[in-house]
């Protein structure tokens, strides 16, 4: 019979997303530059934004990033089309790539039993502390009541037992 184990190997999954990132910066960076040519080849160089392949790389990981500087801009509908959708990728990348980082800092199941220990530990103690204060603070109530009056012990088993103490 096979057994299926379920554990989280962080390694693995920075690594799987890293190269998610990377990967899909060469390809969009790529599909990005081929629908910016026309542009580029119309304008003669004097108003494209998009000169070379490390330009387009650099807007695709501004732009996947939400960082957007504005420096270098899709002229072309189709790399405007392709702007949109390396933003829409880029948060769910980063998203993934946060989500990852953050499981990093999670606890696994015996931290997570100490915490518990801990936390309640701390609630029985803070209990304890709250009846011992409370028993103080009867006693001394109960004690000058006494010292008022003399008689007021004689009705209750307790206070002679408190004028004891």
Known sequence: MFTFKCEINHENDTRAICFLFLFSVALLSFILRVLELPFEQSAGGNNSNL????????????TMTTVGYGDIYPQTVGGQVVGILIALWGAFVISLLIMV?????????KEQRAVLYIKQSRSAAISIQHALQFFVQKKHFYVGKLSEDGDFDKK?????MVKQL
């Open 51 to 62: 000169k070379d392949y490390g330009s387009a790389i650099w807007l695709t990981v501004i």
């Open 101 to 109: 980082t953050a499981s990093v800092f999670d606890f696994d199941a």
């Open 156 to 160: 209750s088993t307790f206070l002679k």
